[in-house]
């Protein structure tokens, strides 16, 4: 079933708040590869908060997981990811197209601190395979 194209233009709500912990930055670290370095964040860790927000939108226009291709990601930073930080995501759908059955859809993340400041922008689409 395709994904309605109203949703474009459509905000949905902030996820849950993020403690941003050297433990988590050292599993994340582990999970790609990379050497940790205390206290700093690997670049591509504000996808921990991106994806909880892409998830909470999968579930809420019901779209099969196992259908989906994360097709392009994109960061646009205002200040690093420190720990100590709480961060909070905010998706909003930026476009959608259906080709050859499937759904591109684009979308954008505001990541915010505790205090409401935009810690980094995220780009990213996704495809939504048709059915068989």
């Known amino acids: 079933m395709p994904i309605d194209a109203s949703l474009v ?43 909880a927000a892409m998830n909470d939108f999968l579930a809420d226009v019901e779209a099969d997981l196992f259908r989906i291709v994360h097709g392009e990601q994109r960061f646009a930073y205002e200040r690093p990811v420190r720990p100590g930080d709480v961060l909070s995501a905010t998706l909003t759908v930026d476009t959608l197209r259906q080709i050859g059955g ?4 684009g979308t954008s993340s505001l990541i915010t601190d505790a205090d409401g400041a935009v810690v980094c922008r995220t780009k990213s689409t996704l495809i939504h395979r048709g059915e068989a």
């Open 9 to 51: 233009g459509r905000e949905f709500p902030p996820t849950a708040p993020y403690p941003v912990t050297e433990v988590k930055v050292r599993e994340f670290a582990t999970a790609i590869g990379a050497t940790y370095s205390e206290g700093v964040v690997p670049p591509t860790f504000p996808i921990v908060v991106a994806f």
């Open 102 to 105: 499937n759904d591109i859809i």
